[in-house]
């Protein structure tokens, strides 16, 4: 049955709706890293800066060390999702394969650690980091973001496994193929769409996180970028709007493109998969 012209003008105008909602933040973060002062302290702020200029650019990076505080997010981002692919893929895939009591007790502690908020774990935790001499450690910040990304990353990942039909394992096993063989040539290249899509998530969870790192590191040339950008906030709690707009949003680019590279991946290796016989 056909889409009525108004029903489909409907959703495209539903959709036209949301991502304009996604996209204001983005925006208006955008026009204010281009203000000038005067206009950032006018009552009647407009929507396109009047007089753009980038000098709100060149006092973040004057004020502040972005660059290797972004260094130190890089590091640790990449870090935190390499690890947490690498350990949820097998355990993921066990655990769609072999169903079991045991199986079931760990994808309910899966869905129940996500409930945990952060101030009920970050005390022994601290404690913890202090006893193995991990504090004010990219080391121990990376081993606390595979922790907290763990258990979502192999929920996602073993959806994922559970998609992928087993009858196609059992048909390379028919074939001559060996496990190793059938999970490298078959499961695999299948799975690409979900280590994908889950590195997606560590890597953004792990850019974007600001509590543990402000607890666990101190010294000023270890800290993230998510805990330099509170220094444009002084002590009074008034922030210096121009630097601290330009600064974030550089801040989310490489989020921003990371996606732009992953998605095409995620979008093509999904047909690919559908087209597997």
Known sequence: MRTRPAARAGQYAALL?????????LLWLLSTAFKSPREL??????????HPTPGNFRQAFDEQPLLHAALNSLLVALGATLIAVLLATPMAYVMARHRSPLSRAATGWVVVSQAFPFVLVIIPLFLVLKHLRLID???????????WA????????????RAVPAELE?????????RLRTLVSVTAPLLAPGIAATALFAFVTAW????????????????TLPV?????????????LGPLAAAAFLATLPSLLLFALIQRRITGGLLAGAVKS
């Open 17 to 25: 709706a949301y991502l304009v909602f996604l996209a204001f933040p």
């Open 228 to 240: 330099v950008l509170t220094h444009f906030i002084g002590a009074e709690g008034v922030a210096d």
């Open 150 to 161: 763990l258990p979502f990353a192999l929920w996602m990942l073993t959806g994922y496994v």
């Open 137 to 147: 450690s990219l080391f121990g910040l990376v081993l606390v973001y595979v922790v």
């Open 208 to 223: 974007n996180e600001f509590f543990f790192a402000l607890v666990l590191l101190k010294s000023p040339g270890r800290q």
């Open 170 to 178: 059992e048909a390379a096993a028919v074939d001559g193929a060996g």
């Open 41 to 50: 302290g006018s009552l009647h702020p407009s929507w396109i800066p009047r």
